[in-house]
């Protein structure tokens, strides 16, 4: 597990351009753990679907 988590950070790492600045890299990394995060809980069906999503909008406004 560990050795999967180094060996993404150094994929992102290395795919970023030599110029990128240490926020921009970290912002790429913070992005990768919110997708995997967000499709951790889809599997796990944590979720809301945009039905859902819109009526809670909807009342926001009521």
Known sequence: MI???KE???K???SQ???SSFDEILREL???QMIDRGLEEI???EFITEDELL???DS???
């Open 55 to 57: 009526e809670d909008v």
């Open 3 to 5: 050795t999967d988590v």
């Open 43 to 45: 599997q796990a069906g």
């Open 60 to 62: 926001w406004y009521k």
């Open 8 to 10: 993404k950070i150094v």
């Open 30 to 32: 913070v992005f990768s």
């Open 17 to 19: 351009p030599d110029d």
């Open 12 to 14: 992102i790492v290395e």
